[in-house]
């Protein structure tokens, strides 16, 4: 059974910054797209960023220049840096795969940006 544990989430104010961790285990990440995704409250979960095997990389508009998505296969973790945070990117962060499946989801962490 795979799980995802997120870490990394708090509250920060407006232009901070803040670092997520995904730590996989029961499988590896290594051959799969991996991405972060988040869902602020009373909306769809939705798809922030995401990661090749190989380390290419793609990105929701909203996020675009600010998110960073990068991954260590050896340690089988998926991270990311989150700068310029906006109130708008309020919500819980998971990671899971980056395409159509997905693995179960974990407990998400919480991000919450003060303006």
């Known amino acids: 059974q795979v799980q995802l544990v997120e870490s990394g989430g708090g509250l920060v104010q407006s232009g901070g910054s803040l670092r997520l961790s995904c730590a996989a285990s029961?499988?590896?990440?290594?051959?799969?797209?991996m991405g972060w995704y988040r869902q602020a409250p009373g909306k769809q979960r939705d798809l922030v960023a995401k990661?090749?095997?190989?380390?290419?990389?793609n990105y929701a508009g909203s996020v675009k220049g600010r998110f960073t998505i990068s991954r260590d296969n050896a340690k089988n973790e998926v991270y990311l840096q989150m700068n310029s945070l906006k109130p708008e990117d309020t919500a819980i962060y998971y990671c899971?795969?980056?395409?159509?499946?997905?693995?179960?989801w974990g407990q998400g962490t919480q991000v919450t940006v003060s303006s």
């Open positions: 899971n795969l980056g395409g159509i499946a997905n693995w179960p």
């Open positions: 029961g499988s590896s990440i290594r051959l799969y797209w």
């Open positions: 990661i090749s095997s190989g380390g290419s990389t």
